[in-house]
Protein backbone atom coordinates (compact mmCIF):
# COMPACT_ATOMS: atom_id res chain seq x y z
CA UNK A 1 0.00 0.00 0.00
CA UNK A 2 2.61 2.05 0.77
CA UNK A 3 4.25 2.26 -2.64
CA UNK A 4 0.61 3.43 -3.77
CA UNK A 5 0.94 6.38 -1.63
CA UNK A 6 4.30 7.35 -3.18
CA UNK A 7 2.61 6.79 -6.41
CA UNK A 8 -0.28 9.30 -5.36
CA UNK A 9 2.42 12.04 -3.96
CA UNK A 10 4.45 11.93 -7.12
CA UNK A 11 0.97 12.97 -8.88
CA UNK A 12 0.77 15.24 -6.66
CA UNK A 13 4.48 17.27 -7.26
CA UNK A 14 4.50 16.41 -10.90
CA UNK A 15 1.12 18.33 -11.25
CA UNK A 16 2.78 21.72 -9.14
CA UNK A 17 4.72 21.83 -12.74
CA UNK A 18 1.28 22.79 -14.17
CA UNK A 19 -0.33 25.40 -11.73
CA UNK A 20 -1.38 28.17 -14.51
CA UNK A 21 -2.84 25.03 -16.79
CA UNK A 22 -4.71 23.95 -13.47
CA UNK A 23 -5.76 27.35 -12.28
CA UNK A 24 -7.17 28.31 -16.08
CA UNK A 25 -8.87 24.42 -16.21
CA UNK A 26 -10.85 24.92 -12.97
CA UNK A 27 -12.80 27.75 -14.08
CA UNK A 28 -13.97 25.50 -17.28
CA UNK A 29 -16.34 23.11 -16.12
CA UNK A 30 -18.26 26.30 -14.33
CA UNK A 31 -18.79 27.87 -17.89
CA UNK A 32 -21.75 25.87 -17.98
CA UNK A 33 -23.28 26.72 -14.77
CA UNK A 34 -23.43 30.19 -16.42
CA UNK A 35 -24.84 28.77 -19.55
CA UNK A 36 -27.61 27.14 -17.20
CA UNK A 37 -27.96 29.60 -15.33
CA UNK A 38 -29.86 32.10 -18.50
CA UNK A 39 -31.53 28.63 -20.10
CA UNK A 40 -33.48 27.85 -16.98
CA UNK A 41 -34.10 31.30 -15.73
CA UNK A 42 -36.01 31.70 -19.11
CA UNK A 43 -38.03 28.19 -18.10
CA UNK A 44 -38.59 29.42 -14.64
CA UNK A 45 -39.90 32.69 -15.62
CA UNK A 46 -43.35 31.75 -15.41
CA UNK A 47 -42.63 28.50 -13.11
CA UNK A 48 -41.64 28.41 -9.31
CA UNK A 49 -40.68 24.54 -9.84
CA UNK A 50 -39.47 21.53 -12.35
CA UNK A 51 -39.17 18.19 -11.58
CA UNK A 52 -39.18 18.98 -7.89
CA UNK A 53 -36.58 22.11 -8.21
CA UNK A 54 -36.79 25.47 -7.97
CA UNK A 55 -34.79 27.84 -9.37
CA UNK A 56 -31.78 28.33 -7.09
CA UNK A 57 -31.89 24.08 -6.28
CA UNK A 58 -31.22 24.21 -9.98
CA UNK A 59 -28.47 26.43 -10.49
CA UNK A 60 -27.08 24.82 -7.59
CA UNK A 61 -27.85 21.09 -8.80
CA UNK A 62 -25.26 22.30 -12.05
CA UNK A 63 -22.74 23.59 -9.74
CA UNK A 64 -22.19 20.50 -7.92
CA UNK A 65 -22.13 18.60 -10.32
CA UNK A 66 -19.84 21.23 -11.83
CA UNK A 67 -17.55 20.56 -8.54
CA UNK A 68 -17.61 16.72 -9.05
CA UNK A 69 -17.08 16.70 -12.70
CA UNK A 70 -13.98 18.90 -12.39
CA UNK A 71 -12.86 16.10 -9.50
CA UNK A 72 -12.62 13.55 -12.05
CA UNK A 73 -9.27 13.50 -13.40
CA UNK A 74 -8.73 10.14 -14.53
CA UNK A 75 -9.90 10.94 -17.98
CA UNK A 76 -6.96 12.64 -19.01
CA UNK A 77 -4.84 10.14 -17.52
CA UNK A 78 -6.14 8.27 -20.29
CA UNK A 79 -4.51 9.88 -22.86
CA UNK A 80 -1.26 9.54 -21.04
CA UNK A 81 -1.65 5.67 -20.65
CA UNK A 82 -2.86 5.33 -23.90
CA UNK A 83 0.31 7.43 -25.28
CA UNK A 84 2.53 5.13 -23.09
CA UNK A 85 1.44 1.55 -24.71
CA UNK A 86 1.41 2.77 -27.99
CA UNK A 87 4.49 4.37 -27.90
CA UNK A 88 6.33 1.87 -26.21
CA UNK A 89 6.57 3.40 -22.65
CA UNK A 90 4.41 1.21 -20.50
CA UNK A 91 7.78 -0.98 -20.08
CA UNK A 92 8.08 1.27 -16.88
CA UNK A 93 5.10 -0.51 -15.82
CA UNK A 94 5.93 -4.27 -16.89
CA UNK A 95 9.43 -4.34 -15.11
CA UNK A 96 8.75 -2.79 -11.84
CA UNK A 97 6.96 -4.71 -9.14
CA UNK A 98 3.72 -2.50 -9.19
CA UNK A 99 -0.08 -2.70 -10.58
CA UNK A 100 -0.67 -0.65 -13.67
CA UNK A 101 -4.16 -0.72 -12.18
CA UNK A 102 -2.89 0.46 -9.07
CA UNK A 103 -0.34 3.17 -10.40
CA UNK A 104 -3.30 4.76 -12.53
CA UNK A 105 -5.90 4.68 -9.59
CA UNK A 106 -3.02 6.60 -7.21
CA UNK A 107 -1.81 8.86 -9.78
CA UNK A 108 -5.22 9.50 -10.85
CA UNK A 109 -6.43 10.16 -6.93
CA UNK A 110 -3.34 12.45 -6.56
CA UNK A 111 -4.49 14.58 -9.74
CA UNK A 112 -7.53 14.88 -7.71
CA UNK A 113 -6.59 16.05 -4.49
CA UNK A 114 -4.22 18.56 -6.23
CA UNK A 115 -7.06 20.38 -8.33
CA UNK A 116 -9.28 19.87 -5.24
CA UNK A 117 -7.98 23.27 -4.03
CA UNK A 118 -8.31 24.92 -6.79
CA UNK A 119 -12.11 23.72 -7.72
CA UNK A 120 -13.04 24.91 -4.08
CA UNK A 121 -11.44 27.94 -5.11
CA UNK A 122 -13.03 28.33 -8.51
CA UNK A 123 -16.44 26.93 -6.62
CA UNK A 124 -16.36 30.14 -3.82
CA UNK A 125 -16.21 32.45 -7.17
CA UNK A 126 -18.71 31.03 -8.68
CA UNK A 127 -20.96 31.28 -5.41
CA UNK A 128 -20.06 34.68 -4.51
CA UNK A 129 -21.51 35.24 -8.15
CA UNK A 130 -24.54 33.41 -7.50
CA UNK A 131 -25.02 35.19 -3.95
CA UNK A 132 -28.72 34.55 -2.45
CA UNK A 133 -29.45 31.87 -5.53
CA UNK A 134 -26.89 29.53 -4.24
CA UNK A 135 -28.43 27.04 -1.49
CA UNK A 136 -26.80 24.98 0.94
CA UNK A 137 -26.39 21.29 1.69
CA UNK A 138 -29.82 20.09 3.43
CA UNK A 139 -28.46 18.42 6.34
CA UNK A 140 -24.87 17.45 7.25
CA UNK A 141 -25.93 13.74 6.90
CA UNK A 142 -27.13 14.69 3.01
CA UNK A 143 -23.82 16.11 2.68
CA UNK A 144 -21.95 13.28 3.76
CA UNK A 145 -23.51 11.32 2.00
CA UNK A 146 -23.52 12.88 -1.17
CA UNK A 147 -19.71 12.85 -0.99
CA UNK A 148 -19.29 9.20 -0.47
CA UNK A 149 -21.34 8.78 -3.65
CA UNK A 150 -19.69 10.95 -5.25
CA UNK A 151 -16.63 9.19 -4.60
CA UNK A 152 -17.91 5.35 -5.36
CA UNK A 153 -18.29 7.31 -9.07
CA UNK A 154 -15.11 8.72 -8.82
CA UNK A 155 -13.92 5.18 -8.34
CA UNK A 156 -16.33 3.80 -11.05
CA UNK A 157 -14.48 6.53 -13.20
CA UNK A 158 -11.23 5.79 -12.84
CA UNK A 159 -11.73 2.22 -13.84
CA UNK A 160 -13.71 2.60 -16.78
CA UNK A 161 -11.26 4.92 -17.79
CA UNK A 162 -8.31 2.01 -16.93
CA UNK A 163 -10.20 -0.30 -19.32
CA UNK A 164 -10.53 2.54 -22.02
CA UNK A 165 -6.87 2.83 -21.96
CA UNK A 166 -6.44 -0.81 -21.70
CA UNK A 167 -8.18 -1.06 -25.20
CA UNK A 168 -5.09 0.60 -26.97
CA UNK A 169 -3.09 -2.78 -26.48
CA UNK A 170 -5.78 -4.25 -28.84
CA UNK A 171 -6.57 -1.20 -30.81
CA UNK A 172 -3.70 0.97 -30.74
CA UNK A 173 -5.30 4.07 -31.20
CA UNK A 174 -8.39 5.11 -29.14
CA UNK A 175 -9.11 8.40 -29.94
CA UNK A 176 -12.65 8.01 -31.25
CA UNK A 177 -14.22 5.39 -28.81
CA UNK A 178 -12.79 7.91 -25.63
CA UNK A 179 -14.45 11.09 -27.14
CA UNK A 180 -17.72 9.21 -27.25
CA UNK A 181 -17.41 7.77 -24.08
CA UNK A 182 -16.66 11.65 -22.31
CA UNK A 183 -19.96 12.74 -24.20
CA UNK A 184 -22.06 9.35 -23.62
CA UNK A 185 -21.00 9.60 -19.91
CA UNK A 186 -21.66 12.80 -19.99
CA UNK A 187 -25.34 12.55 -20.38
CA UNK A 188 -26.25 9.28 -18.51
CA UNK A 189 -24.82 11.28 -15.47
CA UNK A 190 -26.61 14.20 -15.33
CA UNK A 191 -23.74 16.72 -16.34
CA UNK A 192 -26.42 18.20 -19.30
CA UNK A 193 -29.72 18.06 -17.60
CA UNK A 194 -31.43 16.86 -14.09
CA UNK A 195 -32.09 13.14 -15.04
CA UNK A 196 -35.30 13.86 -12.84
CA UNK A 197 -36.18 15.03 -16.10
CA UNK A 198 -35.75 12.20 -17.99
CA UNK A 199 -39.44 9.20 -18.39
CA UNK A 200 -39.99 7.29 -15.55
CA UNK A 201 -38.71 3.95 -17.19
CA UNK A 202 -35.64 5.56 -18.26
CA UNK A 203 -34.93 6.42 -14.87
CA UNK A 204 -35.66 2.84 -13.64
CA UNK A 205 -32.96 1.10 -15.97
CA UNK A 206 -30.41 4.29 -15.03
CA UNK A 207 -30.53 2.97 -11.12
CA UNK A 208 -28.68 0.00 -11.94
CA UNK A 209 -25.88 1.51 -13.95
CA UNK A 210 -22.94 3.67 -12.20
CA UNK A 211 -23.55 6.69 -14.51
CA UNK A 212 -27.01 7.71 -11.98
CA UNK A 213 -24.80 8.21 -9.18
CA UNK A 214 -21.72 9.78 -10.45
CA UNK A 215 -23.03 13.52 -10.41
CA UNK A 216 -26.72 13.17 -10.62
CA UNK A 217 -27.52 11.20 -7.32
CA UNK A 218 -25.05 13.44 -5.07
CA UNK A 219 -26.14 16.43 -6.34
CA UNK A 220 -29.60 15.23 -5.63
CA UNK A 221 -28.81 14.19 -2.34
CA UNK A 222 -26.92 17.70 -1.42
CA UNK A 223 -30.24 19.58 -2.08
CA UNK A 224 -32.06 17.00 0.29
CA UNK A 225 -34.15 15.27 -2.53
CA UNK A 226 -33.96 11.43 -3.32
CA UNK A 227 -32.38 10.54 -0.33
CA UNK A 228 -34.21 6.99 0.35
CA UNK A 229 -32.23 5.83 -2.82
CA UNK A 230 -29.03 6.56 -1.23
CA UNK A 231 -28.41 3.01 -0.03
CA UNK A 232 -29.34 0.94 -2.64
CA UNK A 233 -27.02 3.61 -4.37
CA UNK A 234 -24.33 2.40 -1.87
CA UNK A 235 -25.06 -1.25 -3.04
CA UNK A 236 -24.73 -0.40 -6.68
CA UNK A 237 -21.77 1.52 -6.73
CA UNK A 238 -20.03 -1.04 -4.76
CA UNK A 239 -20.80 -4.08 -6.90
CA UNK A 240 -20.07 -2.19 -9.91
CA UNK A 241 -16.86 -1.07 -8.67
CA UNK A 242 -16.45 -5.13 -7.58
CA UNK A 243 -17.08 -6.06 -10.85
CA UNK A 244 -14.82 -3.30 -13.26
CA UNK A 245 -12.07 -4.22 -10.89
CA UNK A 246 -12.11 -7.88 -11.87
CA UNK A 247 -12.71 -7.10 -15.70
CA UNK A 248 -9.68 -4.28 -15.13
CA UNK A 249 -7.57 -7.14 -14.13
CA UNK A 250 -8.56 -9.48 -16.29
CA UNK A 251 -8.07 -7.75 -19.30
CA UNK A 252 -4.77 -6.43 -18.26
CA UNK A 253 -3.03 -9.81 -18.04
CA UNK A 254 -4.65 -10.92 -21.05
CA UNK A 255 -3.82 -7.45 -23.22
CA UNK A 256 -0.30 -7.31 -21.82
CA UNK A 257 0.51 -9.77 -23.84
CA UNK A 258 0.18 -8.48 -26.94
CA UNK A 259 2.48 -5.47 -26.27
CA UNK A 260 5.50 -5.44 -28.32
CA UNK A 261 7.03 -2.59 -27.24
CA UNK A 262 7.54 -0.42 -30.15
CA UNK A 263 9.88 2.60 -30.94
CA UNK A 264 13.47 1.13 -29.63
CA UNK B 1 29.22 -21.37 -11.44
CA UNK B 2 25.69 -20.51 -11.13
CA UNK B 3 23.81 -19.69 -14.65
CA UNK B 4 21.11 -17.05 -14.33
CA UNK B 5 19.90 -16.58 -17.84
CA UNK B 6 19.18 -19.48 -19.81
CA UNK B 7 17.49 -19.93 -23.25
CA UNK B 8 16.28 -22.69 -25.42
CA UNK B 9 15.36 -22.57 -28.93
CA UNK B 10 13.93 -18.58 -27.45
CA UNK B 11 11.85 -17.48 -30.84
CA UNK B 12 10.22 -14.03 -31.54
CA UNK B 13 8.00 -13.45 -34.48
CA UNK B 14 6.51 -10.16 -34.72
CA UNK B 15 3.40 -9.37 -36.72
CA UNK B 16 3.28 -6.26 -38.77
CA UNK B 17 0.32 -4.61 -40.63
CA UNK B 18 2.17 -4.06 -44.45
CA UNK B 19 0.41 -0.85 -46.34
CA UNK B 20 1.27 -0.06 -49.85
CA UNK B 21 1.91 3.55 -50.20
CA UNK B 22 -0.21 6.38 -51.34
CA UNK B 23 -3.67 6.98 -50.35
CA UNK B 24 -4.83 4.09 -52.61
CA UNK B 25 -2.96 1.49 -50.31
CA UNK B 26 -3.82 3.19 -47.48
CA UNK B 27 -7.81 2.86 -48.16
CA UNK B 28 -6.70 -0.29 -48.97
CA UNK B 29 -5.01 -1.54 -45.82
CA UNK B 30 -8.29 -0.34 -44.35
CA UNK B 31 -10.51 -3.78 -45.49
CA UNK B 32 -7.47 -6.02 -45.93
CA UNK B 33 -4.88 -6.19 -43.87
CA UNK B 34 -1.91 -7.58 -45.50
CA UNK B 35 0.01 -9.35 -42.41
CA UNK B 36 3.78 -9.87 -42.72
CA UNK B 37 5.61 -12.00 -40.04
CA UNK B 38 9.46 -11.39 -39.25
CA UNK B 39 11.33 -13.13 -36.99
CA UNK B 40 13.24 -11.12 -34.68
CA UNK B 41 15.07 -14.04 -33.11
CA UNK B 42 15.59 -17.92 -34.11
CA UNK B 43 15.87 -20.35 -31.63
CA UNK B 44 18.37 -18.85 -29.77
CA UNK B 45 20.53 -21.09 -27.30
CA UNK B 46 22.78 -18.91 -24.85
CA UNK B 47 23.39 -19.18 -21.08
CA UNK B 48 24.68 -16.30 -18.59
CA UNK B 49 26.66 -17.23 -15.68
CA UNK B 50 26.53 -15.40 -12.45
CA UNK B 51 28.76 -12.30 -12.03
CA UNK B 52 29.34 -12.09 -16.20
CA UNK B 53 29.77 -8.83 -18.07
CA UNK B 54 28.41 -10.21 -21.24
CA UNK B 55 28.14 -7.89 -24.77
CA UNK B 56 25.79 -8.44 -27.24
CA UNK B 57 26.01 -6.80 -30.32
CA UNK B 58 25.09 -6.50 -33.71
CA UNK B 59 23.54 -4.26 -36.76
CA UNK B 60 20.47 -2.51 -36.24
CA UNK B 61 17.08 -4.88 -36.34
CA UNK B 62 19.65 -8.21 -35.78
CA UNK B 63 17.63 -9.14 -32.66
CA UNK B 64 19.53 -7.51 -29.42
CA UNK B 65 16.54 -5.32 -28.11
CA UNK B 66 14.55 -8.00 -28.72
CA UNK B 67 16.59 -11.03 -27.01
CA UNK B 68 16.61 -8.13 -23.61
CA UNK B 69 12.62 -7.77 -23.96
CA UNK B 70 12.04 -11.74 -23.77
CA UNK B 71 14.36 -12.07 -20.37
CA UNK B 72 12.88 -8.65 -19.00
CA UNK B 73 9.16 -10.64 -19.91
CA UNK B 74 8.40 -7.17 -21.67
CA UNK B 75 7.27 -9.32 -24.32
CA UNK B 76 6.45 -13.11 -25.06
CA UNK B 77 8.38 -15.44 -26.78
CA UNK B 78 6.08 -16.99 -30.02
CA UNK B 79 8.77 -20.28 -29.66
CA UNK B 80 11.33 -22.05 -26.78
CA UNK B 81 11.88 -21.15 -23.61
CA UNK B 82 13.87 -18.65 -21.34
CA UNK B 83 14.70 -18.89 -17.64
CA UNK B 84 15.98 -16.18 -15.77
CA UNK B 85 17.29 -16.46 -12.06
CA UNK B 86 14.74 -19.51 -12.01
CA UNK B 87 11.62 -17.63 -13.24
CA UNK B 88 9.97 -17.70 -16.54
CA UNK B 89 10.04 -13.77 -17.41
CA UNK B 90 7.09 -13.48 -19.28
CA UNK B 91 4.72 -14.42 -15.85
CA UNK B 92 6.25 -11.18 -14.32
CA UNK B 93 6.57 -12.87 -10.93
CA UNK B 94 7.07 -9.64 -8.31
CA UNK B 95 9.77 -11.76 -6.76
CA UNK B 96 11.49 -11.61 -10.57
CA UNK B 97 10.67 -7.86 -11.14
CA UNK B 98 12.43 -7.21 -7.45
CA UNK B 99 15.44 -9.03 -8.94
CA UNK B 100 16.95 -7.42 -11.85
CA UNK B 101 16.75 -4.20 -13.61
CA UNK B 102 16.73 -2.89 -17.19
CA UNK B 103 17.92 0.80 -18.60
CA UNK B 104 17.18 1.50 -22.13
CA UNK B 105 19.19 4.35 -23.34
CA UNK B 106 16.15 5.67 -25.21
CA UNK B 107 13.51 5.44 -22.99
CA UNK B 108 13.59 7.00 -19.37
CA UNK B 109 11.77 5.54 -16.18
CA UNK B 110 12.77 9.30 -14.40
CA UNK B 111 9.92 11.56 -13.73
CA UNK B 112 10.62 14.40 -16.37
CA UNK B 113 9.11 17.63 -14.42
CA UNK B 114 10.88 16.15 -11.29
CA UNK B 115 14.27 15.93 -9.91
CA UNK B 116 15.61 12.21 -9.87
CA UNK B 117 15.63 11.95 -6.26
CA UNK B 118 11.65 11.87 -6.18
CA UNK B 119 11.98 8.91 -8.55
CA UNK B 120 14.44 7.04 -6.25
CA UNK B 121 12.01 7.91 -3.25
CA UNK B 122 9.52 6.41 -5.72
CA UNK B 123 11.24 3.53 -6.44
CA UNK B 124 12.41 2.89 -2.34
CA UNK B 125 8.34 2.33 -1.84
CA UNK B 126 7.95 0.11 -5.33
CA UNK B 127 10.77 -2.54 -4.19
CA UNK B 128 10.28 -1.92 -0.68
CA UNK B 129 14.35 -1.03 -0.15
CA UNK B 130 14.55 -0.66 3.51
CA UNK B 131 15.92 3.05 5.05
CA UNK B 132 19.66 1.91 5.57
CA UNK B 133 19.97 0.06 2.13
CA UNK B 134 18.31 3.05 0.31
CA UNK B 135 20.51 5.81 1.76
CA UNK B 136 23.83 3.99 1.31
CA UNK B 137 23.05 3.10 -2.28
CA UNK B 138 22.16 6.73 -2.83
CA UNK B 139 25.58 8.06 -1.31
CA UNK B 140 27.90 5.37 -3.01
CA UNK B 141 26.04 5.74 -6.38
CA UNK B 142 25.87 9.35 -6.27
CA UNK B 143 29.82 9.72 -4.70
CA UNK B 144 31.04 7.01 -7.94
CA UNK B 145 28.91 9.21 -10.41
CA UNK B 146 29.66 12.84 -8.67
CA UNK B 147 26.23 14.08 -9.25
CA UNK B 148 25.60 14.40 -5.11
CA UNK B 149 24.87 18.15 -6.16
CA UNK B 150 21.95 17.51 -9.28
CA UNK B 151 20.05 14.71 -6.99
CA UNK B 152 17.24 17.88 -6.87
CA UNK B 153 17.66 19.55 -10.06
CA UNK B 154 14.35 18.19 -12.23
CA UNK B 155 14.99 16.24 -14.78
CA UNK B 156 14.33 18.29 -17.75
CA UNK B 157 17.43 20.25 -16.55
CA UNK B 158 19.78 17.29 -16.57
CA UNK B 159 22.27 16.89 -19.33
CA UNK B 160 21.80 13.68 -21.43
CA UNK B 161 24.95 12.51 -19.75
CA UNK B 162 23.76 13.67 -16.33
CA UNK B 163 19.91 11.52 -16.99
CA UNK B 164 21.90 8.47 -18.22
CA UNK B 165 23.45 8.50 -14.76
CA UNK B 166 20.26 9.04 -13.06
CA UNK B 167 18.91 6.24 -14.74
CA UNK B 168 21.84 3.76 -14.07
CA UNK B 169 20.97 4.86 -10.16
CA UNK B 170 17.33 4.70 -10.58
CA UNK B 171 17.77 1.14 -11.71
CA UNK B 172 20.57 -0.05 -9.24
CA UNK B 173 19.04 0.93 -6.32
CA UNK B 174 17.19 -1.96 -5.22
CA UNK B 175 19.89 -3.99 -5.49
CA UNK B 176 19.52 -6.19 -8.78
CA UNK B 177 20.98 -9.41 -9.25
CA UNK B 178 21.12 -8.72 -12.94
CA UNK B 179 21.35 -5.52 -15.65
CA UNK B 180 19.93 -5.21 -18.73
CA UNK B 181 21.58 -2.11 -20.64
CA UNK B 182 20.50 -1.87 -23.95
CA UNK B 183 22.41 1.06 -25.55
CA UNK B 184 23.35 2.86 -22.34
CA UNK B 185 25.87 5.18 -24.03
CA UNK B 186 23.73 6.12 -26.98
CA UNK B 187 24.30 9.61 -27.98
CA UNK B 188 26.96 10.34 -25.60
CA UNK B 189 30.18 12.81 -25.10
CA UNK B 190 33.58 10.27 -25.17
CA UNK B 191 34.07 11.76 -21.22
CA UNK B 192 30.52 10.40 -20.23
CA UNK B 193 31.01 6.96 -22.33
CA UNK B 194 33.85 7.12 -20.16
CA UNK B 195 32.54 7.42 -16.94
CA UNK B 196 29.53 4.72 -17.82
CA UNK B 197 31.73 2.44 -18.75
CA UNK B 198 33.86 2.46 -15.46
CA UNK B 199 30.74 2.88 -13.37
CA UNK B 200 29.51 -0.52 -14.55
CA UNK B 201 32.63 -2.15 -14.28
CA UNK B 202 32.70 -1.18 -10.64
CA UNK B 203 29.50 -2.45 -10.18
CA UNK B 204 30.00 -6.11 -12.05
CA UNK B 205 32.90 -5.87 -9.52
CA UNK B 206 32.23 -4.83 -6.17
CA UNK B 207 28.32 -5.50 -6.30
CA UNK B 208 28.71 -8.61 -8.40
CA UNK B 209 26.04 -7.47 -10.04
CA UNK B 210 25.39 -9.74 -13.71
CA UNK B 211 25.58 -6.89 -16.65
CA UNK B 212 24.26 -7.88 -19.89
CA UNK B 213 25.45 -5.36 -21.97
CA UNK B 214 23.86 -4.38 -25.69
CA UNK B 215 25.85 -1.41 -27.52
CA UNK B 216 26.83 -0.18 -31.00
CA UNK B 217 29.47 1.78 -29.73
CA UNK B 218 32.70 -1.31 -30.01
CA UNK B 219 34.46 0.44 -27.19
CA UNK B 220 32.03 -0.14 -24.86
CA UNK B 221 32.36 -4.02 -25.86
CA UNK B 222 35.95 -3.94 -25.72
CA UNK B 223 36.71 -2.18 -22.15
CA UNK B 224 34.01 -4.01 -20.68
CA UNK B 225 32.99 -7.59 -21.92
CA UNK B 226 35.41 -10.64 -21.90
CA UNK B 227 32.64 -12.22 -23.80
CA UNK B 228 30.98 -11.50 -26.68
CA UNK B 229 28.09 -12.14 -28.39
CA UNK B 230 27.33 -11.62 -32.14
CA UNK B 231 24.02 -11.70 -33.01
CA UNK B 232 22.64 -11.31 -36.51
CA UNK B 233 19.10 -11.29 -38.21
CA UNK B 234 17.51 -13.47 -35.07
CA UNK B 235 20.68 -15.83 -34.78
CA UNK B 236 23.85 -16.14 -32.76
CA UNK B 237 26.93 -15.92 -34.87
CA UNK B 238 29.50 -15.85 -32.75
CA UNK B 239 29.70 -16.26 -28.88
CA UNK B 240 33.39 -16.13 -27.02
CA UNK B 241 36.34 -13.69 -26.70
CA UNK B 242 35.90 -10.76 -28.33
CA UNK B 243 39.98 -10.39 -28.95
CA UNK B 244 39.99 -13.74 -30.45
CA UNK B 245 36.75 -12.82 -32.69
CA UNK B 246 38.62 -9.75 -33.72
CA UNK B 247 42.02 -11.09 -34.34
CA UNK B 248 40.72 -13.59 -36.70
CA UNK B 249 38.88 -10.72 -38.72
CA UNK B 250 42.02 -8.21 -38.83
CA UNK B 251 42.46 -8.99 -42.65
CA UNK B 252 44.64 -5.68 -42.92
CA UNK B 253 47.50 -3.69 -41.63
CA UNK B 254 47.60 0.17 -41.98
CA UNK B 255 51.02 1.06 -42.62
CA UNK B 256 52.73 4.72 -42.04
CA UNK B 257 56.05 5.34 -43.81
CA UNK B 258 58.11 8.51 -43.60
CA UNK B 259 60.66 9.31 -46.14
CA UNK B 260 63.87 11.07 -45.78
CA UNK B 261 63.71 12.98 -49.15
CA UNK B 262 60.61 13.58 -51.47
CA UNK B 263 59.78 11.01 -53.54
CA UNK B 264 56.87 9.03 -55.43
CA UNK B 265 57.09 5.51 -53.92
CA UNK B 266 56.26 2.88 -55.96
CA UNK B 267 55.39 -1.05 -54.91
CA UNK B 268 54.52 -3.99 -57.56
CA UNK B 269 52.49 -5.47 -54.98
CA UNK B 270 48.59 -5.39 -54.50
CA UNK B 271 48.29 -2.76 -51.59
CA UNK B 272 45.80 0.48 -51.14
CA UNK B 273 47.13 3.83 -50.86
CA UNK B 274 45.47 6.10 -48.61
CA UNK B 275 47.77 8.90 -49.17
CA UNK B 276 50.53 9.74 -50.84
CA UNK B 277 52.09 13.28 -49.98
CA UNK B 278 55.85 13.76 -50.97
CA UNK B 279 57.43 12.82 -47.39
CA UNK B 280 54.60 10.56 -46.36
CA UNK B 281 52.63 7.52 -47.45
CA UNK B 282 49.86 5.56 -45.86
CA UNK B 283 49.19 2.50 -47.27
CA UNK B 284 46.79 -0.90 -46.30
CA UNK B 285 47.83 -4.17 -47.00
CA UNK B 286 46.57 -7.66 -46.14
CA UNK B 287 48.51 -9.23 -43.36
CA UNK B 288 50.74 -11.58 -44.92
CA UNK B 289 51.65 -8.83 -46.98
CA UNK B 290 53.17 -6.64 -44.35
CA UNK B 291 56.83 -8.19 -44.52
CA UNK B 292 57.51 -8.12 -48.30
CA UNK B 293 55.67 -4.48 -48.38
CA UNK B 294 58.25 -3.39 -45.63
CA UNK B 295 61.06 -5.04 -47.40
CA UNK B 296 60.48 -3.37 -50.37
CA UNK B 297 60.62 -0.15 -48.98
CA UNK B 298 63.46 -0.24 -47.49
CA UNK B 299 65.36 -0.99 -50.31
CA UNK B 300 63.93 1.48 -52.36
CA UNK B 301 64.15 4.57 -50.84
CA UNK B 302 64.96 6.66 -47.92
CA UNK B 303 62.89 5.49 -44.97
CA UNK B 304 62.98 8.05 -41.70
CA UNK B 305 60.21 6.00 -40.07
CA UNK B 306 57.85 3.15 -39.87
CA UNK B 307 54.54 2.41 -37.75
CA UNK B 308 52.11 -0.47 -38.25
CA UNK B 309 48.95 -0.15 -36.69
CA UNK B 310 45.89 -2.21 -36.79
CA UNK B 311 43.04 -1.40 -38.95
CA UNK B 312 39.91 0.83 -38.00
CA UNK B 313 37.65 -1.07 -35.71
CA UNK B 314 34.59 -0.35 -37.19
CA UNK B 315 35.52 -2.36 -41.42
CA UNK B 316 36.16 -5.18 -39.22
CA UNK B 317 32.88 -5.19 -37.25
CA UNK B 318 30.96 -4.91 -40.51
CA UNK B 319 32.99 -7.93 -42.35
CA UNK B 320 31.92 -9.98 -39.12
CA UNK B 321 28.21 -8.97 -39.84
CA UNK B 322 28.15 -9.92 -43.77
CA UNK B 323 29.90 -13.37 -42.77
CA UNK B 324 27.56 -13.94 -40.03
CA UNK B 325 24.84 -13.17 -42.40
CA UNK B 326 26.22 -15.70 -45.23
CA UNK B 327 26.52 -18.43 -42.87
CA UNK B 328 30.20 -18.49 -42.77
CA UNK B 329 31.38 -20.20 -39.22
CA UNK B 330 33.28 -17.66 -37.59
Redesign the interface.
Known amino acids: M ?2 Y ?3 GK ?1 SV ?2 QI ?1 YRFDVLIGCFMPFIRVFLAYFLWRTLFTDKTEMGGMTFPMMLTYYIVCAFIQRLEQSNGLVWEFAGEIRE ?2 F ?2 Y ?5 SPLGHFVFTSLGKTLYHLVFTVLAVGCVILIFKGQFVGPASAGSLILALLIAFLGLLVMILLNYLTALLAFKFTDITGWHLLNGNVVDFLSGALLPLSLLPDWMQGVMRYFPFYYMQFLPASLYLGLRTQEAFFGLLVMVIWIIVLWGLAEFLYHRFR ?1 L ?3 V ?2 | MNTVIQTKGLTKVFKRVEKEDGLKGTLKALFKRVIVEKTALDHFDFQVEQGELLGLIGPNGAGKTTLVKLLCGIIQPSAGEAQVLGFTPGKLKDGFRRSYAVVMGQKSQLWWDLPASDTFLLNKEIYGIPDDIYKQNIAYFSDIFGVRDLLSVPVRNLSLGERMKMELMAALLHNPKILFLDEPTIGLDAIAQKQIRLFLKEVNETKGVTIMLTSHYMEDIKHLCKRTVVINGGKKVYDGNLDALLSSFQEHRIITVSFECECQPQLDLPVEWLEKSPLKSVLMVRRELVKPVIQSLLTHYEVNDIRIEEEDIGGVIERIYTAGKEGIPL
Do not use: N, Q
Open positions: RKLEVIKSTGRTKLVKPVRYEEGA
